[in-house]
């Protein structure tokens, strides 16, 4: 269990217990699940996820690459179209069967907990630490090279695998900026933020997960292999990290997490000499409430079938991979409304 005696200002630390590690995903419960299955009315279900080989080219991120799909081996055999008439004459079987290396926040994902800490000095020594939400440690909690056997690092407290267990289940509310703003940059703070959902008539519930369609998404769709990073600059509205009044409104609100078509949801060139933070709102969010976020979802198709039916609410099943350790994960969510 996390030892901590300082908890930083405008956080949630402890208010889900001392060994907490699902944060604000503690809001929804089965009552919230319930409700959010009264939002199926039609039984039409849309995948969320963009192709898990897009956003192409390494220009978002070059530390995460694209999946590279490979045979699985039997010694120097391959089994890809593998007939096991080789092995035995008599069988007529042909086998093929893959694995494949990917980087987990590459496409489509959720970002865990473990994804973002900061140096903070929560056991009151007067000296900043390395600490993730809840008080868990860097080196303890979440380990890296040589902290497990056969793992380069791994997630022992706050993995994505948490979020697994939950699932995460229940009312997806999507917030559709294309429509108001149209698809060029636009920065949002909780003035832009709270236009939009009057302009929408947008009533949020505790528990509920955003879905923020900015239109980023379907840029690198058309796009694909090859993303125009110039393009992609002056595409999409982004979250004003640095604003406080929209951290204020996301702790108030007991959201249970933002799921964006952009990437990093946030704008990623905020200034971090006016804050000392690179991604102030990843810090909010996922050090200080534990509130997950994501990433790269694709919200175009759900948006059109939302809009002609007046419907902003759909029932969200997005539950990443089951992989204990990992720190981020590759999601195909699916509404169904």
Request: glycine content about 10%.
């Amino acid at each position: 269990m996390p030892q901590w005696k300082n908890r930083p200002e405008g956080s949630n630390w402890g208010d889900f217990g001392a060994d907490d590690q699902l944060g604000t995903l503690n809001y929804i419960g089965p009552a919230e699940r319930r409700a959010a299955a009264a939002e199926i009315r039609e039984g039409l279900a849309f995948c969320l996820s963009l192709p898990l080989d897009l956003p192409g080219k390494l220009v978002l991120n070059p530390r995460r690459k694209p999946p590279v799909l490979a045979p699985t081996y039997l010694g120097e055999t391959p089994y890809i179209n593998f007939p096991l008439a080789n092995l035995d004459p008599i069988l007529r079987d042909v086998i093929s069967d893959d694995q494949v290396l990917l980087s987990t926040q590459y496409s489509t994902q959720w970002d865990s907990l473990a994804h973002v800490g900061a140096l903070f000095d929560a056991d009151g020594d007067g000296v900043a630490e390395r600490v993730y939400y809840n008080g868990h440690r860097a080196g303890l909690d979440v380990l890296g090279a040589g902290g497990e056997a056969g793992h380069g690092c791994y997630a022992r407290r706050l993995s994505v695998c948490e979020m697994a267990k939950t699932p995460v289940q229940g009312r997806g509310v999507l917030i559709d900026f294309v429509r108001h703003y149209g698809p060029g940059r636009k920065l949002i703070g909780l003035a832009e933020l709270q236009e939009v959902l009057k302009a929408q008539r947008i009533a949020l519930c505790p528990g509920d997960i955003l879905l923020l369609r900015t239109g980023y998404a379907e840029a690198l769709v058309e796009m694909q292999d090859a993303p125009d990073p110039e393009r992609l600059e002056q595409t999409g509205a982004v979250l004003d990290g640095t604003d406080a009044a929209l951290h204020a409104w996301i702790t108030e609100s007991r959201i249970g997490a933002i799921a964006a078509d952009n990437y990093a949801v946030e704008n990623p060139h905020s200034d971090p000499q006016a804050c000392c933070l690179r991604l102030p709102l990843h810090h909010h969010c996922l050090f200080k409430l534990g509130l997950p976020l994501a990433e790269l979802w694709y919200l175009r198709d759900l948006a059109r079938a939302l809009e002609p039916r007046g419907r902003s609410a759909v029932f969200l099943t997005a539950p990443p991979l089951y992989l204990p350790g990992a720190i981020g994960s590759p999601v195909t969510p699916v509404a169904t409304l």
